[in-house]
């Protein structure tokens, strides 16, 4: 198989002779695979547009083809089969019909075309649509190109999700009765969203609507630098981090921002080809109700109109999160290498390179007991290393709920602390928890399959897989990039850095007055760390250990804050806003799994770009 002889660029300058100018290759970074939750047309917006602007690569660029998909894939427990489809699996439901789709690049809209025809229509649990070959004028480096996607069912029809839209960056979702009307934005390319179909932005709640996916190709004078196909679960694509925080180039989650930061040998073209939930015993496999093969055979659709070339050049696999089993022979051999082997007999010949999962500790720790005199509650555990009195607990699971909320403590022994309370029965029952949303990483505990370090033992499964990939055991890959250094905290190896270890700031005026009086803006010395949709946990000052407030930064303009929501609590001057680490999983126990900002800012500024190298085939 044809793999391309490739040449190290430096970054950014695409000074290399061009290598190969008339093979296809991923270049769309910012594209994504369809998946996640199906959209039905109301009446009056049933015909859409979809805007989406995608930055060209490092090297010039000037014939393209896209396309657009005729299923998603599931997110969560059978991902990433692609079993999202307008009807029922062996049951097609409605086509899509494309009225029309258009490159728009400085300004000048390139017509894309299907088979010669303006139109087309996707049909339902199909691979999909691809579009003719379209040369253009020469696309420096680093342009942006639009891609303009208009469609339509009827009423109550569904259609596939793709793109939560990135407004700051011009990108829309219009809707209409009819197509006639959104042409009219093509005069207007920064006309505001359609108020009904634009909800949600920032979230995970946004809509996500069609366009087409993360099978973008180009030719044009590649410099011979890496070309990824990437294999990712949620963490890999950027769960915890949506549409307004991406960057200039949409760029969102730890893996797309480290690949496309412009350092070492330049931004890395890539195709991630998975999505949340995504698990390696899954990928590539599987037919009928759990078919997880059309993205599979898209490529090879690609490489069957490429003369028989890739459309990359290296394989990156970042599975391993979803792979976990009871024991390690079915997590490493069953589930993880079963993906290597499909891989490796798919594309033979192709490195792999391969990220080491990352941990997930619990932030809870359950009470051996909970007793109270009056309004005293004295609660025991096995251990209160990483408490210190005065600091907010979260108490949960007791009867009488009374003892539940949010306690701020005194830490009497090496096993007991105290809080007061408004009195119940003594003793409290329940499966009682103490949780200190991931303050001190001293407090919080290992989940299944994650015990440090590795061992022997099947419950350091996660970490003993991090040395097999590293060691290269059986084959699993041809190079490592570890994750472990930026990821784990200074203080318990194997663990998420508590709040405490991560920056913060504080704020610069009081917030709130009198606690019945509502507000939603906050303003702190210094809210570079922050981005949209990032969770902050605000604690009184100078300690910053008893808990006020915890809230989601909606948008940022300089040093204001402003939340999703609304407060009444006072914030005094000089109260201190922490961010967490991550989302706590609303499951038992709560845990720390996808990252949010604040962790990916590190992720991505703590792995090496020199480790870019190691994609060079």
């Known amino acids: 198989m044809y793999n391309g002889t490739q040449v190290v660029p430096v970054s950014g300058s695409g000074a290399a002779a061009p290598v190969d100018p008339d093979r296809y290759l991923f270049f769309g970074s910012r594209a994504r695979m369809p998946s996640g939750n199906i959209v039905t047309a109301a009446a009056g917006t049933n015909y859409f547009c979809s805007k989406i602007v ?70 339902d649990q199909t691979n999909g649509q691809w579009t003719d070959e379209k040369t253009i004028p020469d696309v420096l480096p680093e342009t942006d190109i639009e891609l303009w ?47 009904a179909l634009d909800t949600g932005y920032g979230t995970q709640a946004q809509p996500q609507y069609y366009g087409p996916d993360a099978f973008m190709l180009a030719k044009g004078d590649w410099d011979g630098r890496p070309i990824v196909l990437a294999f ?8 915890q981090e949506f549409s307004a925080a991406a960057d200039a180039r949409g760029m969102i989650g730890w893996l797309r921002r480290w690949l496309d ?14 999505m949340p939930g995504a698990g390696s015993v899954r990928e590539y496999t599987g037919t009928g109700a759990t078919i997880a093969t059309r993205r599979r055979d898209i490529i090879r659709e690609i490489i069957a109109f490429n003369g028989g070339k890739w459309p990359m050049t290296v394989a990156g696999n970042q599975m391993g999160q979803n792979d976990t089993a009871a024991t390690y022979t079915q ?70 709920t009374a003892y539940n909320g949010n306690v701020v403590i005194t830490v009497v022994d090496g096993t007991t602390i105290t809080y007061n309370f408004a009195g119940g029965t003594s003793p409290a029952t329940g499966t009682i928890r103490a949780n200190d949303l991931g303050l001190d990483a001293l407090f919080t505990n290992y989940t299944a399959n994650n015990v440090w370090p590795a061992d022997a033992t099947d419950a350091s499964g996660k970490w003993r897989l991090r040395e097999d990939i590293l060691a290269k055991t059986a084959s699993c890959c041809d190079a490592a990039i570890d994750t472990y250094a930026a990821f784990v905290s200074a203080n318990k190896g194997g663990a998420w850095p508590g709040m405490l270890e991560l920056p913060s700031t504080t704020l610069t005026a009081q917030a709130g007055t009198d606690g019945v009086v509502t507000y939603n803006q ?60 991550a989302l706590q999983e609303s499951s038992t126990p709560i845990s720390l799994v996808h990252p949010f900002p604040i962790m990916i800012d590190r992720l991505v500024d703590g792995i090496p770009q020199t480790e870019k190298l190691k994609f060079v085939a």
């Open 54 to 123: 995608i930055g060209s690569p490092q090297f010039v660029t000037r014939t393209f083809r896209f396309h657009l998909p005729g299923f998603a894939s599931t997110e969560g427990g059978n991902s990433p089969q692609e079993t999202i489809v307008t009807g029922t699996v062996g049951t097609p439901g409605n086509s899509v019909p494309v009225d029309a789709m258009f490159m728009r690049v400085n300004g000048v809209f390139h017509q894309l075309t299907f088979g010669g025809s303006n139109t087309v229509i996707v049909a």
């Open 149 to 195: 996607l208009f469609y339509h069912v009827a009423a109550g029809e569904k259609v596939w999700p793709v793109y939560r839209v990135q407004k700051h960056r011009g990108e829309r979702i219009w809707g209409a009765n009819d197509n006639a009307s959104l042409l009219g934005f093509m005069a207007d390319p920064l006309a505001d969203s359609t108020a």
């Open 232 to 239: 990712i679960d949620s963490v890999g694509e950027s769960r």
């Open 261 to 274: 930061k412009d350092a070492g040998i330049g931004r890395i073209p890539f195709c991630m080809i998975g």
């Open 331 to 400: 997590y490493f051999n069953t589930n993880y290498r079963s993906l290597v082997s499909r891989i490796r007999a798919e594309y033979p010949g192709i490195k792999i390179v391969a990220f080491p999962p990352l941990g997930r500790t619990d932030t809870q720790k359950s009470l051996t007991s909970l007793t109270s005199v009056g309004t005293v509650a004295t609660a025991t555990l096995a251990s209160t290393v990483g408490l210190r009195s005065g600091q907010t607990l979260t108490i949960s699971g007791a009867t009488p």
């Open 522 to 581: 906050i303003t702190v010395a210094d809210a570079s760390a922050f981005r949209p949709e990032q969770q902050i946990n605000i604690y009184s000052g100078p300690d910053g250990i008893a808990r006020l407030s915890t809230q989601t930064i909606a948008s940022i303009a300089g040093n204001v804050i402003t939340y999703h929501g609304s407060s009444a609590v006072v914030l005094p001057g000089g109260s201190v806003v922490r961010p967490s680490a």
